[in-house]
């Protein structure tokens, strides 16, 4: 069965890091492109970052470029989101997701989508 499972989210200070990870399961990983995605409450789903398959591209929401890291590991089916300098306005539930089209990551539409977990980003 297929499964994306985020952990690592938290409370923080504006200012501040945090780390999120997304373990994959039932899938070839390694040939699917993967994303971050959030929603924050009364707005709809948005894109944050994507890989591609091999980790050698990646693309960045304009809110978040430069402050955000995506990564990942095909040898652990993980992804990674290293978030820093975390402003209030980066509160919201994120969530990871996996599309073998990079497209799909980009459009916020991909094909697997893991439960969420919640950042909260006090000042």
């Known amino acids: 069965q297929v499964q994306l499972v985020e952990s690592g989210g938290g409370l923080v200070q504006a200012g501040g890091s945090l780390s999120l990870s997304c373990t994959a399961s039932g899938f070839s990983f390694k040939m699917y492109s993967m994303g971050w995605f959030r929603q924050a409450p009364g707005k709809e789903r948005e894109f944050v970052a994507g890989?591609?398959?091999?980790?050698?591209?990646?693309y960045y929401a304009d809110s978040v470029k430069g402050r955000f890291t995506i990564s990942r590991d095909n040898a652990e089916n993980a992804l990674y989101l290293q978030m820093n300098n975390l402003k209030t306005e980066d509160t919201a539930v994120y969530y990871c997701?996996?599309?073998?089209?990079?497209?799909?990551?980009?459009?916020?539409?991909?094909?697997?989508w893991g439960q969420g977990t919640q950042v909260t980003v006090y000042s």
């Open positions: 890989i591609g398959w091999s980790g050698g591209s990646t």
């Open positions: 997701g996996a599309d073998r089209y990079t497209v799909s990551v980009r459009e916020t539409r991909p094909e697997y």
